[in-house]
C-alpha cells in the first residue's frame, strides 16, 4: 500500500500520517477502511480517509488529537438516546471514527441502536459495512491488508456483493450500489440484488437520495452500468420517469439499439467520456443526458412510417421537474437541465433550414444561454445509437455546425447581449418615456434578425425606425 504517497494528495497524506502516528503513540491501531483502500487498490487518486482505531476510547482520541488540529465532532444516527461520533478533521477530508456495532430498531435510516465497541477485532467491525469492496482495512501500525470478507477478489472481479444480511437496514446502499457500479465497473451479486428487491426508499430522505445521483454524473465512468443495477434490483420502479423508458419503442432503423433506456444508457456513457472538469457544467449536461427523452413515452406515435416521438423535448420538461425535484435538487441545477431537454431537437430543426440558419441560432441562444452545453447533449444524443449507427460511423453535423457557428457570432456560452442600449437614445436627443422599452425591444428583435451586427449598422437602423436623418 506505498502507492498512497502517489494518489494522495500530499498535504492530505502528511496529515492523515501524523494522525496515526499520535494515536500509535498512545496505543491505538488506526485502520485505513472503505474508500481510500478500495480507492488505492485499484489505483486511483485517494480524495479522503476514513480513519477507524482499534484500541483507544473516542474521548481519549480527541483528547490526543486537540493539542495538534482542529476538528468538529459530527454525531450520526441520533434515535434512542444513543449517537455516535465522527471526528472531522477542519480542512481536510479525514474522518475519525472507532469500531461501533448499529442494530436497526425502526424503518427510518435513522433508526439504530449504536454501540461503541472497545473490544473487537476487524472482521466482527467490517460486519457493518454495505459491500465487502468497502470492508477492506489497512492496518497503519503493521502495513497489513485484512480482507475479512473477500472484497480484494470481488474487486478484482468486479463484483458488488452485500458483506452480510444487514445490508437491508439501510437502502440507501441500493443507490450506493447504483453509483459503484458506475464509478468501478461492477455487476452486483444475486444476493445483492434479492436483498434489494425487498427494499424500497420511502424512508429516505430526498437530499440522500439526490447525492447519490450527483455521484452517479460526477464521478460514473460507465453510467449505463448504474442505471442497469438500479433495473436489475427492480428499483427503477421507484423512478417511475426512468422506468418508463424501458418500455418505450424507438423506431429500429434511427435506433437499433432498441428502446429509450437503452438509447439513454449509450448516451450516458458518452457524456462520461466527454466530461470538462467543470462540475456546474457537467452536472447541467450529464443530468439533462439522463432526462432528455423523459417526454417520448407521452408522446410516441406510429404510422406507415414508423415510430415518432414529436414533441418529446417540450413533453419532458414536466417530467424532469418531478424527478429532480422529489429528490431536492437545487433550483439552479433543474432550470439549467430544463432548458436543455427543451431545446435539444431545436438544434437539428435549425440545421435543416435552407435559409435564415444563423438568426435563428441566434434566437436559440438567446433561449438557452449555454449553447457549448447543448452541443456537447446533441453529440450524446445523436451518438448514442447502437449497431451502424455507433460513435464511429455517426458524426453529429449539426453539433459541429452549432459549435462553429455559436463561436463565429460570439453566443457560443452566453445569450446575445444586445447592441443598442438605452444611452443610444438619450444620444439621440431622445427624452426618457415608457417607449425607451418598446424602441429597444424592437432594435433587439432586428438584432436576432441580422438586420445589423455592429454598433453603427445598430444607431442606423435606430434612425431608421425613429424616420431620423
Given amino acids: 500500500m506505498s502507492n498512497y504517497s502517489t494518489l494522495a494528495e500530499p498535504k492530505l497524506l502528511l496529515a492523515t500520517q501524523k494522525i496515526c502516528a499520535l494515536l500509535i503513540k498512545r496505543g491505538g491501531y488506526p485502520h485505513f477502511v472503505g474508500g481510500c483502500v478500495r480507492d488505492a487498490l485499484l489505483n486511483i487518486p485517494v480524495a479522503d480517509f476514513d480513519v477507524e482505531v482499534f484500541g483507544l476510547t473516542f474521548?481519549?482520541?480527541?483528547?490526543?488529537?486537540?493539542?495538534?488540529?482542529?476538528?468538529?465532532?459530527?454525531?450520526?444516527?441520533?434515535?434512542?438516546?444513543?449517537?455516535?461520533?465522527?471526528?472531522?478533521?477542519?480542512?481536510?477530508?479525514?474522518?475519525?471514527?472507532?469500531?461501533?456495532?448499529?442494530?436497526?430498531?425502526?424503518?427510518?435510516?435513522?433508526?439504530?441502536?449504536?454501540?461503541?465497541?472497545?473490544?473487537?477485532?476487524?472482521?466482527?467491525?467490517?460486519?457493518?459495512?454495505?459491500?465487502?469492496?468497502?470492508?477492506?482495512?489497512?492496518?497503519?501500525?503493521?502495513?497489513?491488508?485484512?480482507?475479512?470478507?473477500?472484497?480484494?477478489?470481488?474487486?478484482?472481479?468486479?463484483?458488488?456483493?452485500?458483506?452480510?444480511?444487514?445490508?437491508?437496514?439501510?437502502?440507501?446502499?441500493?443507490?450506493?450500489?447504483?453509483?459503484?457500479?458506475?464509478?468501478?465497473?461492477?455487476?452486483?451479486?444475486?444476493?445483492?440484488?434479492?436483498?434489494?428487491?425487498?427494499?424500497?426508499?420511502?424512508?429516505?430522505?430526498?437530499?440522500?437520495?439526490?447525492?447519490?445521483?450527483?455521484?452517479?454524473?460526477?464521478?460514473?465512468?460507465?453510467?449505463?452500468?448504474?442505471?442497469?443495477?438500479?433495473?436489475?434490483?427492480?428499483?427503477?420502479?421507484?423512478?417511475?420517469?426512468?422506468?418508463?423508458?424501458?418500455?418505450?419503442?424507438?423506431?429500429?432503423?434511427?435506433?437499433?439499439?432498441?428502446?429509450?433506456?437503452?438509447?439513454?444508457?449509450?448516451?450516458?456513457?458518452?457524456?462520461?467520456?466527454?466530461?470538462?472538469?467543470?462540475?456546474?457544467?457537467?452536472?447541467?449536461?450529464?443530468?439533462?443526458?439522463?432526462?432528455?427523452?423523459?417526454?417520448?413515452?407521452?408522446?410516441?406515435?406510429?404510422?406507415e412510417r414508423g415510430i415518432h416521438h414529436y414533441g418529446h423535448g417540450a413533453a419532458g420538461v414536466l417530467l424532469l421537474r418531478k424527478f429532480l425535484g422529489s429528490m431536492r435538487a437545487p433550483k439552479r441545477l433543474i432550470s439549467d437541465v430544463e432548458v436543455l431537454v427543451k431545446h435539444h431537437m431545436a438544434v437539428r430543426d435549425i440545421f435543416k433550414k435552407v435559409s435564415g440558419r444563423e438568426p435563428a441560432l441566434l434566437r436559440l441562444a438567446n433561449d438557452v444561454g449555454r449553447l457549448d452545453r447543448l452541443a456537447r447533449l446533441c453529440k450524446y444524443d445523436g451518438n448514442g445509437r447502437g449497431g451502424c449507427w455507433g460513435p464511429e460511423q455517426y458524426e453529429v453535423e449539426e453539433a459541429f455546425w452549432l459549435e462553429k457557428t455559436a463561436s463565429k457570432l460570439g453566443v457560443l456560452q452566453s445569450k446575445p447581449a444586445p447592441i443598442i442600449l438605452g444611452r443610444d437614445l438619450l444620444a439621440l436627443g431622445l427624452p426618457p418615456s415608457p417607449k425607451f422599452s418598446e424602441t429597444l425591444s424592437l432594435c433587439f428583435e432586428a438584432q436576432l434578425d441580422m438586420k445589423f451586427s455592429n454598433h453603427g449598422e445598430g444607431v442606423k437602423f435606430l434612425k431608421n425606425i425613429l424616420q431620423l436623418t
Avoid at 444476493?191 to 440522500?208: C, D, Q
Wanted: glycine share 6%.
Fill in 59 to 303: 474521548d481519549h482520541i480527541q483528547k490526543i488529537l486537540i493539542p495538534e488540529f482542529n476538528f468538529t465532532v459530527q454525531k450520526c444516527g441520533l434515535q434512542n438516546g444513543t449517537s455516535f461520533c465522527i471526528i472531522k478533521i477542519s480542512g481536510f477530508n479525514i474522518d475519525i471514527s472507532v469500531p461501533r456495532m448499529e442494530t436497526q430498531i425502526g424503518p427510518k435510516h435513522t433508526d439504530f441502536h449504536i454501540q461503541q465497541l472497545e473490544k473487537c477485532d476487524v472482521a466482527e467491525a467490517a460486519s457493518r459495512r454495505d459491500f465487502t469492496v468497502n470492508a477492506i482495512y489497512f492496518n497503519v501500525f503493521s502495513n497489513e491488508i485484512c480482507d475479512p470478507h473477500g472484497g480484494i477478489r470481488d474487486l478484482r472481479d468486479r463484483i458488488l456483493r452485500n458483506v452480510s444480511a444487514k445490508f437491508s437496514e439501510d437502502p440507501l446502499r441500493v443507490l450506493r450500489g447504483m453509483q459503484f457500479a458506475a464509478r468501478f465497473g461492477m455487476v452486483a451479486s444475486d444476493g445483492v440484488i434479492e436483498l434489494a428487491n425487498e427494499l424500497t426508499p420511502n424512508e429516505l430522505s430526498p437530499e440522500r437520495v439526490f447525492c447519490e445521483w450527483k455521484k452517479l454524473i460526477v464521478f460514473g465512468v460507465k453510467l449505463s452500468m448504474g442505471l442497469r443495477f438500479l433495473k436489475d434490483c427492480k428499483w427503477t420502479q421507484f423512478f417511475p420517469e426512468i422506468d418508463a423508458l424501458i418500455h418505450c419503442d424507438q423506431d429500429p432503423y434511427h435506433h437499433p439499439e432498441g428502446n429509450v433506456f437503452e438509447h439513454t444508457c449509450l448516451a450516458l456513457d458518452l457524456y462520461a467520456a466527454d466530461r470538462t472538469g467543470s462540475r456546474e457544467d457537467d452536472l447541467a449536461v450529464g443530468f439533462a443526458t439522463l432526462c432528455h427523452d423523459f417526454g417520448k413515452p407521452q408522446t410516441a406515435t406510429v404510422d
